[in-house]
């Protein structure tokens, strides 16, 4: 998952505990996995800590539901074989495998557990999915009684690796996107992000292939936000680069950049200023030139409808029928997946079709997100 810098709720008006870190509690966060395997390794990151960060200790479970993991499963995890670790400002820890065979679509639990203070909190915003505080460790914990706050955001985990031996094999897809890819609109709990979608296609079609969301809600191509992460020219190596075994890459960028092009506040960088649809597909050219050098295929996604984005007017939808025109003819990308014509109503083509978009008029809803995944190709994948 993306990661991004710790913020308080008032972007969306949901509490988050990034600000405010942890001490001597432990946090306990569900994880779908989208490919099964026989062994399972975690990924921490302390990317935008302002100190180094101990983790004291940690632990992996298949998922009993909530905050329950299930009895019996409960792997203690290592990095270079301490059971503790210290992640310096900026990185990321690596745990060590442990056996813990899982099925495609499974739902874990990673447990972390803080003695000390850890300061502000490298985090996901959306989650989607509930994260889980006990004050104290609780580590081994397969009851889900200690843990009696909750949280609808992710904290310092950055992935679940799930793999036979870990060896050399192309075998992931990365999805790397905005609030359309994060998930925005879909129901909670309920796994219905188009990724999930997607993921469930591929399963039910016998290919073992893996799809990683590395979604951030707001993010845009080519400006870095306080409040919306960093741009996607930069991040693209940490997330998609950076992870082993990505055979393909989606591009889902380009919506904010284009919605918020004349956008002003306290989110925007002083040197965000409006940008040319050159610009935004000069973006994507830097993506597809850093994946094709390292035999990464990308796909590209059209830019969904923006009628519903605030402050949208007639320049904007402009802006986005020229950048989806290139994205569409350019031959640029090794495939495309066309967002846009999934979501669009026919009849007026700059907005997304009623039964298809969630209250805000924006983001796609569960029957949206499902249209996007039966739009892909699995070949292309």
Not at 96 to 105: G, I, M
Not at 260 to 283: D, L, M, Y
């Amino acid at each position: 998952m993306g990661v991004q810098r710790p913020m308080g709720g008032d972007v969306d008006e949901v509490a988050n505990w990034s600000r405010e870190g942890f001490r001597r509690q432990s946090v306990r966060q569900v994880v779908r996995v989208s490919a099964g395997g026989a062994r399972v390794r975690i990924r921490v990151s302390n990317r935008f800590g302002e100190g180094p960060l101990r983790v004291s200790g940690a632990v992996v479970a298949r998922s009993g539901g909530g905050a329950q993991a299930w009895p019996g499963t409960t792997r203690k995890v290592t990095f270079r074989r301490s059971g503790s670790t210290v992640v310096p400002v900026g990185g990321e820890a690596v745990g060590d495998a442990v056996s813990l065979p899982t099925s495609p679509l499974e739902k874990l639990v990673v447990t972390l557990y803080f003695a000390g203070k850890t300061g502000p909190a490298t985090f996901h915003r959306v989650g989607l999915a509930t994260s889980y505080r006990a004050d104290g460790n609780h580590l081994n914990d397969a009851s889900a009684e200690a843990y009696r706050q909750s949280s609808q955001s992710s904290y310092f985990l950055s992935g679940v690796d799930v793999s036979g031996p870990f060896r050399a094999r192309r075998n992931t897809v990365v999805a790397l996107g905005d609030s359309a890819t994060d998930g925005v609109g879909a129901t909670a709990e309920a796994d219905r992000r188009y990724t999930d979608g997607l993921a469930e296609r591929l399963v039910a079609g016998r290919r073992k292939v893996g799809v990683v969301n590395a979604g951030i809600a707001g993010n845009m191509l080519l400006t870095s936000s306080s409040c919306f992460g960093e741009k996607g020219v930069t991040r693209f190596r940490r997330d998609v680069l950076g992870r082993p075994g990505v055979r393909t890459v989606i591009v889902e960028l380009g919506g904010n950049d284009i919605g918020a092009n004349w956008a002003t506040g306290a989110c925007f960088p002083s040197s965000h200023k409006p940008v040319s649809a050159r610009q935004i597909t000069e973006g994507y050219r830097a993506l597809i030139r850093a994946a094709h050098a390292r035999g990464i295929k990308v796909v590209g996604a059209t830019v969904i409808p923006l009628s519903g984005y605030p402050g949208y007017s007639a320049r904007v939808e402009r802006l986005r029928a020229q950048v989806n025109h290139w994205i569409r003819t350019s031959g640029a990308y090794d495939a495309v997946v066309d967002f846009d014509k999934a979501l669009a109503d026919p009849a007026h083509p700059e907005r997304p079709r009623p039964g298809y978009v969630s209250e805000d008029g924006l983001h796609p809803n569960d029957a949206g997100y499902q249209a996007i995944a039966n739009a892909f190709d699995l070949k292309s994948l």
